[in-house]
């Protein structure tokens, strides 16, 4: 039960292979002496014509010095392409919101929600989007709604594929349903401290999100991931041909394993992986 009432909080935060080599992760909860951490993932890529891409996985709402972080990398790239549903960045807040637009109300109020119970920043307040070498890399808000309309896709449909993505990989680990999930959460919103409490316990279940977005992604993929990363890879393209050799792509974590698997198939090799700190999470004393 803890894992199907996190499902919208872990869609929201991350809102993902080729055969010859293992899959990547993108996204992890490591336990450390002192301190556990949330830690998202840099993956690099090299095509046979020399030009690297970096895969740079996102969680929405985070320390500040992760965004910081970021931001100073970020620097460095010919180009970084960014995901937004809607117009970029920069024409953002230009014209009356769109009517479609809530479509995608929930992932914003859910990632508000979050960020203010965990003590957290936002990633759409602590990344330069302002930069130079930011490119927008995204569905408009039409060609989302209507290839949304097309697949019949909803938050509903997505959430009870989640559910059952998740039922199946608890099955394969041979775990079942969590019945105390109510009593942990309780817990946790009465501890002394419920912020860092609740962000371990999300955390914790951040280990078996790619394996949940797999599930969801079955069959013809879904808007949220696969159409936006098609459209995203086009982009891309485009930055490539126009002579750029060092990029990165900056999309939430959950997306990235099917990223990868494009990546692969249009003839890149994974090269690194780093791993960067998202959540500190100190043990209590």
């Given at each position: 039960?803890?894992?199907?009432?996190?499902?919208?909080?872990?869609?929201?935060?991350?809102?993902?292979?080729?055969?010859?080599?293992?899959?990547?992760?993108?996204?992890?909860?490591?336990?450390?002496?002192?301190?556990?951490?949330?830690?998202?993932?840099?993956?690099?890529?090299?095509?046979?014509?020399?030009?690297?891409?970096?895969?740079?996985?996102?969680?929405?709402?985070?320390?500040?010095?992760?965004?910081?972080?970021?931001?100073?990398?970020?620097?460095?790239?010919?180009?970084?392409?960014?995901?937004?549903?809607?117009?970029?960045?920069?024409?953002?807040?230009?014209?009356?919101?769109?009517?479609?637009?809530?479509?995608?109300?929930?992932?914003?109020?859910?990632?508000?929600?979050?960020?203010?119970?965990?003590?957290?920043?936002?990633?759409?307040?602590?990344?330069?989007?302002?930069?130079?070498?930011?490119?927008?890399?995204?569905?408009?808000?039409?060609?989302?709604?209507?290839?949304?309309?097309?697949?019949?896709?909803?938050?509903?449909?997505?959430?009870?594929?989640?559910?059952?993505?998740?039922?199946?990989?608890?099955?394969?680990?041979?775990?079942?349903?969590?019945?105390?999930?109510?009593?942990?959460?309780?817990?946790?919103?009465?501890?002394?401290?419920?912020?860092?409490?609740?962000?371990?316990?999300?955390?914790?279940?951040?280990?078996?999100?790619?394996?949940?977005?797999?599930?969801?992604?079955?069959?013809?993929?879904?808007?949220?991931?696969?159409?936006?990363?098609?459209?995203?890879?086009?982009?891309?393209?485009?930055?490539?041909?126009?002579?750029?050799?060092?990029?990165?792509?900056?999309?939430?974590?959950?997306?990235?394993?099917?990223?990868?698997?494009?990546?692969?198939?249009?003839?890149?090799?994974?090269?690194?992986?780093?791993?960067?700190?998202a959540w500190n999470l100190p043990h209590e004393e």
């Amino acid at each position: 039960m803890k894992r199907l009432l996190l499902l919208p909080a872990l869609l929201a935060l991350v809102a993902h292979s080729a055969a010859e080599e293992p899959k990547s992760k993108f996204i992890r909860f490591a336990e450390e002496e002192a301190s556990d951490s949330l830690q998202t993932a840099v993956v690099t890529y090299e095509s046979p014509q020399k030009v690297q891409v970096d895969l740079v996985g996102a969680v929405h709402i985070a320390d500040k010095a992760y965004f910081d972080g970021l931001n100073t990398r970020f620097k460095a790239y010919d180009a970084v392409l960014y995901e937004l549903v809607g117009p970029p960045m920069k024409e953002r807040g230009k014209e009356p919101p769109a009517k479609d637009g809530q479509n995608l109300a929930w992932v914003g109020q859910m990632q508000a929600m979050m960020k203010d119970a965990l003590k957290l920043h936002g990633q759409l307040e602590g990344i330069d989007y302002q930069a130079k070498n930011f490119v927008h890399a995204d569905m408009n808000m039409k060609q989302f709604t209507k290839i949304q309309e097309t697949k019949r896709e909803s938050f509903l449909t997505l959430y009870l594929k989640a559910v059952q993505a998740q039922k199946s990989a608890n099955a394969k680990k041979g775990l079942d349903s969590d019945t105390a999930g109510l009593v942990m959460l309780l817990k946790v919103f009465t501890a002394k401290d419920s912020s860092t409490g609740l962000k371990r316990m999300i955390a914790q279940e951040f280990d078996s999100v790619e394996d949940i977005m797999a599930g969801v992604e079955s069959g013809d993929g879904t808007v949220l991931v696969g159409e936006r990363n098609r459209v995203a890879l086009e982009v891309m393209d485009q930055q490539i041909a126009a002579g750029k050799r060092r990029l990165a792509i900056f999309y939430g974590a959950a997306h990235l394993a099917d990223m990868e698997e494009r990546l692969l198939k249009k003839g890149f090799k994974r090269t690194q992986t780093e791993w960067l700190k998202a959540w500190n999470l100190p043990h209590e004393e």
